[in-house]
């Protein structure tokens, strides 16, 4: 039975995909924690018009669930890093591997229409990389680069997570 691999880094930098296709290439389940979010709490955006605060308590909780799972591969919410309970849980069982992908590329490719952080504009997404990146980097036991395509990041995530 393998550690959980959990996915870290920015809205838009290809957490989910990548995490599906590491998870079938490797044979273990893909859990991604945005979605058992919704499936237990409902829509982000609905939890967001409660406050940040009262998303960030649920998804605190999504969390801790999901981190007592085994052989998973979890992809979580880009604002994961902001508490450091969640990262200690996820840690506990798990390997972090964070997905770095360019700025600009995260700008060309981010769908801000439901995500509420970036709701005012694509200039949010800037100054949330600058503020994260310290972050992304302090917890990553791995660093997958995807500037190039997905089935590259595929491989990269295999190879970097090989030895777990
Ligand atoms: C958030 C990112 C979202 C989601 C929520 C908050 C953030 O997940 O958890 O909207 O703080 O960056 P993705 O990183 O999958 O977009």
């Known amino acids: 039975m393998r550690k959980n691999i959990v996915l870290i880094g920015m809205p838009g930098c290809g957490k989910s995909e990548i995490g599906a296709g590491l998870a079938k290439r490797l044979g273990m389940e893909f859990v991604d924690a945005d979605a058992y979010i919704e499936e237990h ?45 969640n990262m200690q849980a996820l840690k506990r069982n798990g390997i972090v591997v964070f997905i770095d992908r360019p700025l600009s590329r995260l700008l060309d490719v981010v769908d801000t229409s439901y995500r509420p952080l970036l709701a005012e504009g694509r200039h949010k997404l800037a100054e949330l990389y600058e503020q994260r990146l310290p972050l992304y980097r302090k917890y990553a036991d791995r660093i997958v680069d995807n500037s190039g395509t997905l089935e590259d990041a595929v491989a990269a995530a295999v190879s970097a997570t090989k030895e777990e």
Do not use: Y
Not at 61 to 77: D, E, P
């Open 41 to 85: 709490w409902g829509r982000i955006p609905e939890l967001f018009k409660l406050g940040e605060a009262h998303f960030r308590d649920i998804e605190s909780r999504a969390v801790a669930a999901v981190s007592l799972k085994r052989n998973c591969v979890i992809a979580t919410g880009g604002g994961v890093v902001l508490r450091e309970q």
